[in-house]
């Protein structure tokens, strides 16, 4: 239950930093889609992004650069955790790994089912594999 703790502060530590950061973004965007919406004809171009796409997309960003560089975001690093892949850094592979890991992690934090049913793989199974890890084949670990 400890790591679960570990995991769940970390992700929420994550989602803070890429939050104050995407924000630098969002807040012009969200400007720039209302000044749009009053424009006849135009006006549907203002729905084309979706706010959450943005913070989506910043998240995939900063935890892919994170977890291919350190193996650890800054959250999990203030926790004391440690994700472990199957395959080496020297890999090929391990790229991918660490994208599909983190596609299907932000998909299961965007929809509430998905997340249950990774939190409940955490309590059912162990506490070193979510949904995300058992897919990307990766496993997190306290230091």
């Known amino acids: ?3 679960l703790i570990r995991r769940i502060v970390s992700n929420t530590v994550d989602y803070m930093i890429v939050s104050i950061i995407s924000m630098i973004v969002v ?3 969200g400007i720039l889609k209302w000044s749009i919406s009053w424009i006849p004809f135009i006006g549907w171009l203002s729905r084309l992004v979706p706010t959450f796409f943005v913070i989506s997309l ?3 960003i900063y935890e892919c650069y994170y977890l291919y ?3 650890q975001t800054i959250g999990r690093r203030l926790v004391g955790l440690n ?3 199957n395959v080496s850094k020297n890999n090929d592979d391990f790229f991918w790994s660490v994208v599909l ?3 299907v992690k932000q998909i299961s934090v965007n929809f509430f089912f998905v ?3 990774s939190v409940l793989i955490i309590l059912l ?3 070193h594999s979510s949904l995300h890890d058992l897919i990307a084949k990766s496993r997190v670990w306290h230091n």
Do not use: A, G
Request: proline share 4%.
């Open 83 to 85: 994700v472990r892949f």
């Open 101 to 103: 890991r983190t596609l």
């Open 27 to 29: 807040i012009p965007l």
């Open 125 to 127: 199974n162990d506490e």
């Open 115 to 117: 997340s249950l049913v």
């Open 58 to 60: 910043f998240y995939v």
């Open 1 to 3: 239950m400890e790591l």
């Open 69 to 71: 560089s350190d193996k």
